[in-house]
């Protein structure tokens, strides 16, 4: 393409890219540039989130496991719809209270595309220790009672 000063490149579609500039002065002598390489990144990056699932879960303690699509420059989450808290990578959600919860995963790559996740719905109901502990006992007393009511008799 022969153009006269400055041109705007646009339309290009997303990827890899190569150009080579040819520039022939008024005397004929002709300069070629290096091969100059860039690409073009539109798109947000895409984050899979493999746990938590929108599901319950019996521990308080939740390891979450994202994958993105394309290196990135930053990545965060914002639990139960408070602040945006920034991460390097996959996280442990640590003692969290029993009941309903919801994460979304956000993720800048290193254009400045911003993307995040839907918001994952999981949670957390615990394992009713008190219960089995309060049952375990009961069978236990009537185990014993049983036993001594058998023994006295004889």
């Known amino acids: 393409m022969t153009v006269s000063g400055d041109i705007v490149l646009s339309g290009l579609p997303e990827g890899e890219h190569k150009l080579i500039i040819y520039v022939n002065d008024t005397f004929g002598n002709e300069i ?16 899979s989130v493999l746990s938590p699932e929108n599901r319950s879960y019996g521990e308080l303690d939740i390891q979450s496991t994202i994958i993105i699509n394309e290196p990135v420059s930053w990545i965060g989450y914002s639990l139960d719809g408070q602040e945006t808290i920034t ?22 790559d290193i254009v400045g595309n911003n993307g995040n996740t839907e918001t994952i719905y999981f949670t957390i109901v615990q394992f009713p220790i008190l219960i089995v502990i309060m049952l375990v006992l009961t069978i236990i007393i009537i185990i014993m009672a049983v036993y001594l009511f058998i023994n006295r008799k004889k």
């Not at 070629?32 to 984050?47: A, E, G, R, Y």
């Open 87 to 108: 991460i390097t990578g996959n996280v442990t959600l640590a003692v969290l209270s029993e009941g309903e919860h919801n994460i979304i995963f956000y993720a800048t």
């Open 32 to 47: 070629v540039s290096d091969n100059i390489l860039f690409s073009v990144d539109t798109k947000p990056p895409v984050i």
